[in-house]
T-cell receptor, first 111, second 115 residues
Framework: EDQVTQSPEALRLQEGESSSLNCSYTVSGLRGLFWYRQDPGKGPEFLFTLYSAGEEKEKERLKATLTKKESFLHITAPKPEDSATYLCAVVLSTGGFKTIFGAGTRLFVKA | GAVVSQHPSRVICKSGTSVKIECRSLDFQATTMFWYRQFPKQSLMLMATSNEGSKATYEQGVEKDKFLINHASLTLSTLTVTSAHPEDSSFYIC???????????FGAGTRLSVL
C-alpha cells in the first residue's frame, strides 16, 4: 500500500536552533515529492519539488533533500515566522498523478 | 505566478441551505482541480478530483449528491454543499494543476460553519 509518513508530529525549537523534518514514503512508483507550508486557517503554500534521489533544493532557511526512501526538510537557524505546519506530498508515477499527503509536522519556533 | 483564488474565505449559513464555493486559477489553465476537506490539526482529505469538461471523480465515502462539483472552464471549479448540516462544518480547500504538471497550487481555503 502506498504510504507517506511524516515525523515528528510536532517540533518545538528555540529561535536559531536548526533541525530537520522527515518524510518517509513507500510507494509503487515516485513521480515527484513536494513540500508545502500551511499556516493556520490558510491553504498550503508550495515550497519545493524533488524528482530524483540526490536532488536538493533551497529557499532561504529551508533546504529539502531526497533519497529513495525519504525526504528531509532542513531548517537552518529558524525564526518565529517559520512556525507553521509543513506537509509532504508524493505524486505517484502511475494512476494519473495521484497525490498522497502526509499528516504534516507542526513546527513551533520560540523567540 | 500560479495563483489560485478561493471564495468566500468564510461562510456561515443555516442548516438546510446550500453553499457554493468558487475556486479560480488566475494565471494558468487548470485542467485538473481538487477539493479537500481538513479537520482541525489533521491533514488534507481528498474529496474529489475534477477535470475540465467532465464529471468529477469522488473519493470513497464522499456523497456526490451532497457535494456537487462543477468544473465548467479551465479556470473555474465550484463546490456546492447542498442542504448543509452542522456536521458539514469544516475547512474546505481547493487546488489546481496545470496540464502536464504534477504540482498542485492551493487556494486559501473556505471556513464553513453551519448553524
Amino acid at each position: 500500500e502506498d504510504q507517506v509518513t511524516q515525523s515528528p508530529e510536532a517540533l518545538r525549537l528555540q529561535e536559531g536552533e536548526s533541525s530537520s523534518l522527515n518524510c518517509s514514503y513507500t510507494v509503487s512508483g515516485l513521480r515527484g515529492l513536494f513540500w508545502y507550508r500551511q499556516d493556520p486557517g490558510k491553504g498550503p503554500e508550495f515550497l519545493f519539488t524533488l524528482y530524483s534521489a540526490g536532488e536538493e533544493k533551497e529557499k532561504e532557511r529551508l533546504k529539502a533533500t531526497l533519497t529513495k526512501k525519504e525526504s528531509f526538510l532542513h531548517i537552518t537557524a529558524p525564526k518565529p515566522e517559520d512556525s507553521a505546519t509543513y506537509l509532504c506530498a508524493v505524486v505517484l508515477s502511475t494512476g494519473g498523478f495521484k497525490t498522497i499527503f502526509g499528516a504534516g509536522t507542526r513546527l513551533f519556533v520560540k523567540a | 505566478g500560479a495563483v489560485v483564488s478561493q471564495h468566500p474565505s468564510r461562510v456561515i449559513c443555516k442548516s438546510g441551505t446550500s453553499v457554493k464555493i468558487e475556486c479560480r486559477s488566475l494565471d494558468f489553465q487548470a485542467t485538473t482541480m481538487f477539493w479537500y476537506r481538513q479537520f482541525p490539526k489533521q491533514s488534507l482529505m481528498l474529496m474529489a478530483t475534477s477535470n475540465e469538461g467532465s464529471k468529477a471523480t469522488y473519493e470513497q465515502g464522499v456523497e456526490k449528491d451532497k457535494f456537487l462539483i462543477n468544473h465548467a472552464s479551465l479556470t473555474l471549479s465550484t463546490l456546492t454543499v447542498t442542504s448543509a448540516h452542522p456536521e458539514d462544518s469544516s475547512f474546505y480547500i481547493c487546488s489546481a494543476r496545470e496540464r502536464g504538471s504534477s504540482i498542485q497550487y492551493f487556494g486559501a481555503g473556505t471556513r464553513l460553519s453551519v448553524l
